[in-house]
Structure formats: C-alpha cells, structure tokens
C-alpha cells in the first residue's frame, strides 16, 4: 500500500477548527482538511490495487481499501489533534458491488466501475422496454458498470452468490459500516445503481426484479446530509478521532466534484480528466436525458447532477507512451511532447482519432467500441498521433456537452480540474473544441472537497462563508478562451467525427 502526503509542515498545525473530506476511489483514498476558511492544509492518501483475474474483470479487495481509509485518516488526524476536527464527509466511487454474508462479511471482492463482464446482459436489458423504463426511472445508463447490470450477471453465472447475499453494498457502505456500524446508503450513490428511483428516493421494484434481488438484501437508503452514528471506539481510538466528531454520509465523488469547484449553477459545468473523464452540471430538475446519452444523479435534496463520463481520458497518454512510442533511453518528457503537439495545426493535418481503446461510456454507453485513427498519411510522425488523440478526447466531451445543453440549457463556463490541467497546449485545444471559456478550479481534489464542504453545510456553515473560490470571487480564476478561427475548424470537424463513429460502430460486435 503506497501512501502519500501533501501540505506538510514540520509541526502540528495551529488550534483551530478543521473540516475532513474523504474520497475512497479507484486507486487511492484520499483525505484532505480544510481550515475554516476553506484552505486546504493537509492532503494524505493510501493507494491499492486494481485486480484484472480475468479479460473484462476490475475488481478490489474490500478489506485493502477499508485499511486505507483508516491509515489514510489517522495520518491526517495526527497533525491537527482529535479535536480539532468538526466534520467529517465521505465521498466514493460509484458503481461498486461486494456481497455479505448473514455475518455481514464480505465473501465477493469488489467488483467496481471499470468491470465490463456484464456486457452481454447490459446490451440485451437495453434494447428492452423493461430496460428503458428502468433508466427514465432510475437515471442510470444501462451498462455493464451498473450494479443493475453486475447483478443480472451474477443470475445468469454465479446464482449462488445472490442465493448466499445478506447483503449487497458498495464499497463506501461497507467502509461505514466497518467504522461506524450502520448499514446505510447515501442517496447520491444508490441513485447510480440502476436500482434506486430518483423521483421516490426508494429503491425500485422493478430494477429489483430485473437484479433478480429483495429490498431486504439493500441498505436503507439516507439523505446526503445524514449524520452517522459515532465512530466505534476500537477505530475511533486508532484514529485518533473523537468518537463524537460529527460524520457525514455524504455522497458519490462525481457530484462532489460539482460542488468542490462549485459548479452549482446548471449555466456552469464541471470537467474533469484524469485516467478517464467527465462533464456534468448540477441542477434542481431531476431529469433524464430522452436519447440515454447522459447519467442523472443526486448531490443531496434539492440538486441532482446531470452528465457523462468517458473511459478514455489521461489513460489514452498513457498508452500512447507505451505502445506507441515503445521503449526510449531516458524518462519521456510528455510536456515537451505535449508542446509540439500544440504547436500543429487544428484537425491535425487530416488524421482524426476515436479515442475508443477501452470501450465507452458517454454518449454512446458501449463496451465493444474501438480506437481509431482515421485519414493516417505517410507525413504523419508520432505528435500528430498525439495530438489526435488530444482532439479525440475534447471532440467526445464536446458531444456529451452538446447533450447536456439540449437537455439543462446554455453552458456559460465550464471549470475544469484533473492532472491535465498542467498542459496549456491541451487546455487550448478543449477550450477550442467546446467553445467555452475554462475556469482553471485551484481545487485539486474537487471530490475530498466537496464532502469536506457538504460537512461544513451540514453543520450550518454556509458556502459563502467559503473563501477560496468562492461564489462570487470566481472572476479571479484563470481562465483559457476559445480562439475563434480554431473553434470554426472543429466545428467542421465535428459531424465527420461523428459519422465516422455511426459507419463503424456496428462494425465493432463483429470484431474477435
């Protein structure tokens, strides 16, 4: 387990009052304390591993990521005091499964977002009207990360398993449970299950029906506010916390994200591109998108977060490193790399990339897609490919944005945060495809961020008390503008773009 800490100063921090946001993702836990202010001041994180057993298998050790919250929390904890911290919010992945048995220990591991072995019964249940209803209801595509399609899986391959299944919980539910005793989910994670009924907020029984499960084998599901029990005394004692420190639910890491950049206004997005990538707008209509482009999911009782999210982002670079550019003397130097591509022309001198090397989610919410690139010439070197790919990912958020402004209204300002941020060259060629302006967020943990922030709002604090970035301070941001003549490019290339995807995709089920 690899750990890591931001912020640090060689004494303990002053007396005062601090506020925690956890978020248990993926790769990492991470826990960040902000001051009252707002002001970060100590960042700790735990890594773990991705399991890949099988082709199409992602899958974690529950007990590994329970460890690391725990590690990644007392590591913090021990620079402030016990009692320093007011709150405590939890932000997680969505889309996770692990089963309990009737001793509530796990006897599955996680099976998380990145899971694609249920692909067959997610395509099946989406040509259904069944499956359409589930969705207008539910507000989650149907896709092999859904815990819908998972479950439907584990009917047809592992009947057993739900036969066995007391439970059946995220990861974030077990990780509660384990440190403070309750078996509850917060509404904003249920709502990307597939199971739950975003106008009800109660789980839906024919989603449950389709899952082949009982209400019984669920959580009870509780508002992103809901305050949990004190912490178990072993842990607590561990920790380093106060039992009585108020602990909040909270909700899943994309709608924090929204609310950690403070993209709260449906006139204003949040992008983030990390490993893969996203744009959502939080708003008050809980909607769902007619075409199935986009996921409807709830940030707390009055917003819900409306967006999509794509496979292919940073990873994309990645591959381009390994695979293409293949071994070389020396560590790369992706920003010089990332430079030159800049420095080429819009469109890439005809060569066009759908970045598709891991399947996709948004808009088209298929597993079976495949990277491409298009119009290869013999003047083409490795930076046009690089820069393809740059445009291939932009082009792809940008058909997302455009279902998003069909479906919310205008974008204004899209603010963006991730590790791409550090690539002017890139955030000119997205400002440029969108055609938005791009608020650089300060906020470099927008998920740990925004549950630190739902635990201020928890406890009373309102958010214009919060000084960095503020609403209303936002005009100090950084901001990129699109350049006109380049957007005029894009916008001729998007509908090639787009029909290119159209003729191939039924091209790509038949691929071995």
Not at 430 to 456: N, P
Not at 477 to 493: K, S
Request: with cysteine.
């Amino acid at each position: 387990m690899q750990q890591k800490s931001e912020f640090r100063t060689p004494n303990i921090l002053p007396e005062r009052l601090y506020y925690g946001g956890i978020d248990i993702g993926t790769s990492s836990t991470k826990v960040l304390i902000l001051d009252e202010t707002g002001a970060p001041c100590i960042l700790t994180s735990r890594s773990y591993p991705l399991e890949r057993p099988h082709p199409g298998y992602a899958e974690q050790d529950p007990e590994a990521i329970l460890e690391a919250v725990i590690e990644a929390l007392r590591e913090a904890l021990t620079r402030i005091g016990p009692r320093a911290l007011a709150a405590l919010g939890f932000s997680s992945a969505m889309h996770s499964v692990v089963l309990l048995d009737e001793a509530l220990n796990p006897f599955t591991p996680v099976i998380t977002w990145a899971d694609a072995r249920s692909e067959a019964e997610a395509s099946q249940l989406r040509r259904t009207a069944v499956g359409q209803d589930i969705f207008r209801k539910t507000g989650t595509p149907i896709h092999p990360m859904a815990p819908l399609s998972k479950l439907i899986w584990m009917q047809n391959q592992r009947p057993g398993w739900l036969a066995h299944a007391h439970k059946i919980v995220s990861i974030k539910e077990y990780v509660l449970f384990g440190l403070f005793g309750e078996l509850v989910v917060d509404h904003s994670i249920a709502s990307a299950t597939g199971l739950f009924d975003l106008f009800q907020r109660e789980w839906y029984p024919p989603a449950l029906q389709a899952a082949g499960i009982r209400v019984e084998q669920l959580s009870e599901p509780v508002p992103t506010g809901h305050r949990l029990p004190p912490m178990l005394a072993a842990y607590a004692d561990r920790i380093g916390i106060a039992p009585e420190t108020p602990c909040i639910v909270g909700a899943s890491d994309g709608c924090l994200a929204n609310l950690g950049v403070f993209a709260v206004k449906p006139t204003e997005a949040a992008l983030t591109i990390g490993t893969s990538g996203a744009i959502r707008v939080t708003t008050r209509d809980p909607k769902t998108d007619e075409q199935g482009r986009l996921f409807t999911y709830l940030l707390d009782d009055e917003h819900v977060v409306i967006g999509g999210a794509i496979n292919n982002g940073g990873i994309m670079l990645q591959w381009f490193q390994k695979q293409l550019l293949g071994p070389c003397d020396g560590e790369v130097d992706l920003a010089a790399l990332l430079r030159e591509a800049g420095a080429l022309p819009a469109g890439c001198d005809g060569l066009l990339c759908l970045p598709y090397l891991l399947g996709e989610r948004a808009p088209h919410w298929n597993s079976f897609d495949r990277g491409v690139f298009f119009g290869v010439q013999f003047h083409h070197t490795s930076i046009h490919f690089l820069r393809a790919i740059l445009e291939g990912i932009s082009l792809t958020l940008r058909q997302i944005m455009e279902a998003l402004e069909e479906t919310c209204g205008p974008i204004e300002l899209v603010h963006v945060n991730g590790g791409f941020v550090q690539s002017p060259e890139w955030l000119q060629i997205l400002a440029d495809v969108l055609g938005k302006d791009l608020a650089i967020s300060a906020t470099r943990e927008a998920s740990a961020t925004g549950a630190a922030y739902m635990a201020m709002q928890a406890l009373g604090k309102p958010l214009t008390e919060i000084a960095p970035g503020a609403p209303g301070e936002q005009e100090a941001l950084r901001r990129i503008h699109p350049n006109p003549t380049t957007h005029q490019v894009y916008d001729r290339l998007v509908p090639v773009f787009q029909d290119l995807y159209t003729k191939l995709h039924p091209e790509f089920v038949r691929l071995p």
